[in-house]
């Protein structure tokens, strides 16, 4: 028999009186309350833990120390693979040649624009693209040429005094719509040195402008942010590692440790594939979040969500349909069902976590703006808002900028 207190936890889940039957409203409120309520506890403390141990640049803290000029203590090479930007670049370029790095080259990947022409009138090196070998995707043949035309001159550098330029070579690949701010850069190189980090990857702050934006891009903060406490993704532990391309900081040892870009060339998460081949060879990685001191504006419209997010999808879910139409359906149910079912004391509680989910993540990731934090409110229709990407995804009709990706490897095996 059950005891008082068991009985009084299962009248609490169905929402009914100890002794009365439940409704079958009141039987699936009890289901999908006691998992969501499972799950969003789970994501609470990964949260809590993450809140303590993920540090922000641009906020201060242990990176915020007295430093020389990174052009001084290592060779740096701000590598930028660009297409189609010529309308991006005139607001980031300047401020990233303004960081203080030895270079910033940017690769022309073959855009339908003004790229090129852009980025060298602001002052850049700019390299061209060569076409598109099999088994690669372009980001990763860019950013492999470009960290070849950066390293082929390492045994030829001349310092300041004229002799050999002998100091350590940092390779920062960065994407062309990340805006750094003044100082970012030696934000970035103080933090790789507190931690003796050879692999250092920022997930900058979102900036958003549509309401479709607000929508889906926050989803991004919180799959990063909840998914795993920060010792664990630091930890050598498989499957637990997250890392951005939109910003990742290498030694060279470590990059060429790993194999460079060709090691990952037909990765669409070459950037979690790549970071895991580094890590797994040896080399001391960390996480750190842009904070003020670098952002990002990833989509202009929810359109370009959508396409955007249905792209690395498959990457990000074991290459599997199966693990996609899972996943959507546990947001579904997570942050979305609560507010369509009865409205027993479980559902309330879960839809007040999902809300205060959201918002937490906002707070952690530093979006703290007024309208920013009222995107809680939008918390139970954005798994409806990432559906098409979801089914975009699913149907393997992924493209990006005018180019066609492979879609799930694993079709419906989970």
């Known amino acids: 028999m059950m005891s008082a207190t068991t009985r009084r936890l299962v009248s609490f889940a169905l929402g009914t009186r100890p002794g009365e039957r439940a409704t079958t409203a009141g039987a699936a409120s009890g289901v999908v ?5 499972g799950y969003l506890t789970y994501r609470a403390l990964t949260l809590a833990s993450n809140a303590g141990g993920l540090h922000r640049l641009g906020d201060g803290g242990p990176a915020d120390v007295a430093r020389t000029s990174p052009s001084r203590r290592y060779r740096i090479s701000l590598l930028v693979p660009a297409r189609d930007e010529e309308h991006t670049l005139p607001s980031t370029l300047p401020l990233l040649l303004a960081q203080g790095a030895d270079e910033v080259v940017v690769l022309d990947d073959h855009s339908s624009d003004a790229t090129a022409r852009v980025a060298r009138e ?15 995707i372009g980001k990763t043949w860019a950013c492999q040429q470009l960290a070849d035309a950066v390293t082929a001159s390492d045994a030829d550098g001349v310092g300041e005094d004229g002799g050999a330029d002998e100091r350590e070579h940092l390779l920062v690949f ?23 980090t050879d692999l250092l990857t920022v997930f900058p702050r979102h900036r958003v ?19 795993a406490p920060v010792p664990v993704i630091r930890s050598r532990r498989r499957g637990a590692l997250a890392a951005n391309g ?27 594939r790549l970071a895991r081949r580094a890590r797994d060879a040896g080399a001391r990685f960390d996480v ?63 839809r007040a976590l999902g809300l205060l989910d959201r918002a937490a993540v906002n707070l952690l990731v530093g979006r703290t703006r007024p309208v920013e934090l009222a995107e809680t409110l939008l918390g139970p229709i954005s798994p409806l808002a990432v559906l098409p ?5 699913i149907s393997g009709r992924l493209t990006w900028r005018g180019r066609t990706y492979p879609a799930a490897r694993r079709g419906w095996r989970p």
Do not use: N
């Not at 900081?249 to 070459?270: D, K, P």
């Open 174 to 196: 960065t994407d062309a719509d990340v805006t750094w701010r003044p100082g970012a850069l030696d934000e970035l190189v103080a933090e790789m040195d507190r931690g003796r």
């Open 209 to 227: 402008g549509s309401f479709g934006e607000r929508l889906m891009v926050p989803l991004v903060d919180a799959a990063f942010v909840g998914h």
């Open 389 to 393: 990407a979801y089914a975009k995804a």
């Open 33 to 37: 309350g006691t998992i969501a309520l």
């Open 246 to 272: 939109q910003v990742m900081a290498f030694r060279r040892a470590a990059y060429e440790l790993a194999g460079g870009h060709a090691a990952v060339r037909g990765e669409l998460v070459e950037d979690v």
């Open 122 to 136: 602001l002052g850049a090196r700019v390299l061209t693209g060569e076409p598109l070998p099999d088994g690669w």
């Open 288 to 350: 750190v979040l842009g904070g003020a001191a670098i952002e990002v504006r990833m989509y202009d419209s929810y359109a370009a969500a959508v396409e955007g997010m249905a792209k690395s999808m498959p990457g990000l879910h074991r290459e599997s349909r199966l693990v996609m139409v899972g996943a959507a359906a546990w947001f579904l149910m997570t942050y979305t069902l609560p507010w369509l079912l009865p409205a027993t004391p479980l559902v309330r509680l879960v």
